[in-house]
């Protein structure tokens, strides 16, 4: 995965300790920078609820973190955040911010030169689910059960053939990818996690997901037909001259299907795909 321009970013909703920090947030979609994170900002969101875990001090919050393009610079820009929340390890995890039923982890991630919306198969997905839920499953997570339970729910309902591509808060968000954000996965949340190691330890399981998935990705894609209309005389050479041009531009053409279709003197083209 980290030999391929992997972009992935992540939003953190939660409920923050005001006895520890009082973070100035911003309006939803217009965030202030978190000041000692860079890169980081902060805003509002009217779909978090608190739930009483720090009485009277507790406010709810989104984190949103900057691209990430490797794994390493992923768990270092972690990293930071754990620094930041915990003042440099004073705090455990749950003395400062919770993850309740209204919090999300959201996942934006791209790849360059790869379109889910273009390219992707709904049969991957499933496999991509059970690998998570499989991964969790073996973890050292002591609430992973209420997060596995948690994964489908109304903002993020689970992927079917049927709603494949169509619905914004699914699983998988696809209208994400075509606003220039990325693929978004909106499912995984953190409910009930308390500790640094368990934070850790389940972006982990996101990280080696996403790979999982790139790999499918690439395997299987939708086979897109592509149909030449050349003269009598360009027949035979037109195929090669079309792969060289993709060759060159870097794509693969393992998933496009190329049909020749030759045309007799003045017969007119009636379409290209």
């Known amino acids: 995965?980290?030999?391929?321009?992997?972009?992935?970013?992540?939003?953190?909703?939660?409920?923050?300790?005001?006895?520890?920090?009082?973070?100035?947030?911003?309006?939803y979609h217009s965030?202030?920078?978190?000041?000692?994170?860079r890169g980081?900002?902060?805003?509002?969101?009217?779909?978090?609820?608190?739930?009483?875990?720090?009485?009277?001090y507790g406010y709810t919050i989104e984190m949103i973190s900057p691209i990430f393009k490797t794994k390493?610079?992923?768990?270092?820009?972690?990293?930071?955040?754990?620094?930041?929340?915990?003042?440099?390890g004073t705090y455990e995890l749950n003395q400062v911010i919770s993850f309740n039923s209204s919090c999300g982890s959201h996942i934006h991630f791209s790849r360059d030169?790869?379109?889910f919306n273009k390219l992707a198969i709904f049969d991957i997905f499933p496999e991509v689910r059970k690998f998570f839920f499989d991964k969790l499953s073996k973890s050292n997570i002591q609430s992973k059960e209420q997060i596995l339970q948690h994964y489908n729910r109304?903002?993020?309902?689970?992927?079917?053939?049927?709603?494949?591509?169509?619905?914004?808060?699914?699983?998988f968000n696809f209208h994400s990818e075509l606003q220039g954000k990325g693929m978004e996965w909106?499912?995984?949340n953190m409910l009930g996690i308390?500790?640094?190691?368990?934070?850790f330890e389940f972006w982990s399981i996101i990280y080696d997901t996403l790979k999982f998935l790139f790999v499918k990705a690439s395997k299987f894609r939708q086979r897109i037909n592509v149909n030449i209309f050349v003269g009598k005389e360009d027949y035979l050479n037109q195929k090669d001259i079309f792969i060289k041009k993709l060759v060159k531009n870097k794509k693969s053409t393992r998933h496009i299907k190329i049909k020749i279709i030759r045309l007799e003197p003045m017969e007119e083209i009636k379409c290209v795909i």
């Not at 995965?1 to 309006?27: R, T």
């Not at 980081?40 to 009277?56: I, K, P, V, Y």
């Open 194 to 199: 308390k500790t640094w190691t368990e934070f």
């Open 72 to 88: 390493t610079a992923f768990m270092n820009g972690l990293k930071r955040f754990q620094e930041k929340i915990s003042k440099k």
């Open 186 to 188: 909106r499912s995984p």
């Open 154 to 171: 109304s903002y993020a309902s689970e992927l079917t053939q049927c709603n494949f591509k169509q619905i914004r808060h699914s699983e």
């Open 31 to 37: 965030g202030k920078p978190i000041r000692h994170l």
């Open 113 to 115: 030169n790869y379109l």
């Open 40 to 56: 980081w900002r902060a805003e509002t969101d009217n779909s978090l609820r608190t739930s009483g875990e720090f009485g009277n």
């Open 1 to 27: 995965m980290n030999k391929q321009n992997i972009s992935l970013g992540i939003e953190l909703e939660c409920e923050c300790n005001g006895k520890v920090h009082k973070i100035p947030m911003g309006d």
